[in-house]
């Protein structure tokens, strides 16, 4: 679970054509950014390849998706920008005469019928999604930051798929593991099937690191638990999308923690379809005084574990800290006076 992301409980094709230089800023479409600081960092638009430790235009991640199978595109929740990069990214594939399915790590499994029969009775009210599904109502930022990415879908007729694990079944993993999702779908998912020491160490010591060394001890293997079975959920998710009649590939959106290749979606995915073809694409918001890629690394336990970085200007300079221990005030507030806390 990375930085960027929120803790687990609580673009357009382009009308022109790039330059091809490889030190080329790669910005929205419009030349205009919407998260309003840093926007004139030396990182901001610029992608990079952390396998080569090279910069990258944005062509080269078009060409990446011409032969994926599944493409998973991460974001901070709350950046605008970062939804404009997806949209544009889902309508390149579409351009290429892709047939993605798109699936949501924020709409939950319980959630998919009603977007069903909004957009049986609406098929292009892409505004009317967040109302027809209780969007805001489960925390999420507000559904018309991710209305562009619906807007892309939905102009093609990619389907729009629910890839998250609802509240009910979350908590149940937490307490009683991953037989909680029924002993047939862990075998499915190959939850039954234990992960290495150095994965697991490596997750514990990223959710007590994001989590600003708040947690309790005794809550880092439920998490860790939690976390691989939301990722699996999102990765069958992905796989059933891929599976439908027209459809050749699955694009994810997800928090950027989710579609990091080390142990998130792409790790699934490689278990349960080990000859498919992955592009993961982590949107990374810039810091001020980090101007090298390699800088990033240190968000994500010392590896950027991402086929391509895609960076964009900031939202806030908040403390996360700050902002995680107001959070856990507000969840305390909320359980003395018997209310309940979002999905994300």
Aim: a negative charge; aromatic letters at 6%.
């Amino acid at each position: 679970m990375a930085r960027c992301g929120a803790p687990w409980f609580a673009i357009a094709l382009l009308a022109v054509a790039l330059s091809g230089c490889e030190s080329a800023s790669q910005g929205p479409e419009d030349g205009r950014w919407i998260s309003p600081l840093h926007q004139d960092h030396p990182l901001a638009g610029r992608v990079w390849v952390p396998s080569d430790r090279r910069f990258a235009t944005a062509g080269e991640v078009y060409g990446a998706l011409q032969d994926a199978d599944f493409v998973l595109v991460g974001e901070k929740h709350n950046n605008a920008d970062h939804h404009r990069y997806q949209s544009l990214l889902i309508r390149e594939m579409l351009a290429q005469r892709r047939q993605p399915a798109i699936v949501f790590e924020m709409l939950t499994e319980n959630q998919q019928a009603a977007l069903d029969s909004h957009l049986a009775d609406s098929p292009r009210d892409s505004a009317g999604i967040g109302e027809a599904v209780g969007w805001e109502a489960r925390g999420w930022p507000a559904w018309r930051m991710y209305q562009p990415i619906a807007d892309a879908a939905l102009a093609y007729d990619a389907p729009l798929r629910a890839g998250g694990l609802d509240r009910e079944a979350t908590r149940a993993v937490s307490s009683q593991g991953v037989e909680a999702l029924g002993a047939a779908r862990a075998r499915r998912l190959r939850l039954d099937e234990p992960i290495g020491a150095a994965m697991r160490a490596g997750m514990r010591g990223e959710i007590h690191e994001s989590h600003c060394g708040q947690l309790p001890e005794q809550m880092l293997d439920p998490m860790v638990t939690v976390t691989l079975a939301k990722d699996a959920v999102m990765a069958g998710a992905m796989i059933r999308g891929r599976a439908l009649p027209g459809r050749d590939s699955a694009l994810l959106i997800a928090g950027t923690g989710h579609v990091r290749a080390d142990w998130g979606v792409p790790w699934h995915l490689r278990k349960l379809a080990p000859d498919a073809r992955i592009v993961s694409v982590g949107l990374v918001e810039v810091v001020a005084d980090e101007t090298e890629p390699g800088a990033y690394a240190a968000a994500f336990d010392g590896g950027l574990p991402f086929d391509f970085v895609w960076f964009a200007p900031r939202v806030d300079d908040d403390d996360p800290c700050e902002v995680f221990a107001e959070q856990l005030r507000q969840m305390r507030m909320k359980t003395e006076h018997g209310t309940d806390s979002g999905d994300n």
